[in-house]
């Protein structure tokens, strides 16, 4: 039985991206800085339209349940 290798093979090609960020590279540098070939703000942009954010959920359901029991 043929031994299997534990490193993951590396895909060819460039990952899918939605089509309003189409065009973005992200890379990390030697020192772990993020470089990026887009605006930060317009990947945030994106980000705050179409991504629910957790931690506000979270807390607007505990305030919730904070009023109810008052």
């Known amino acids: 039985m043929a031994k299997k290798s534990d ?3 590396k895909k060819q090609g460039k990952p899918r991206v939605h089509k309003d960020l189409s065009g973005l590279e992200i890379s990390i540098n030697q020192f772990g800085e993020i470089k990026s070939n887009m605006d930060i703000e317009k990947v945030n942009e994106f980000l705050d339209k179409n991504v629910e954010d ?3 959920t979270e807390r607007e ?3 919730k349940k ?3 029991k008052k």
């Open 54 to 56: 957790k931690k506000l």
């Open 7 to 9: 490193k993951p093979s």
């Open 66 to 68: 904070e009023k109810k």
């Open 61 to 63: 359901e505990t305030l």
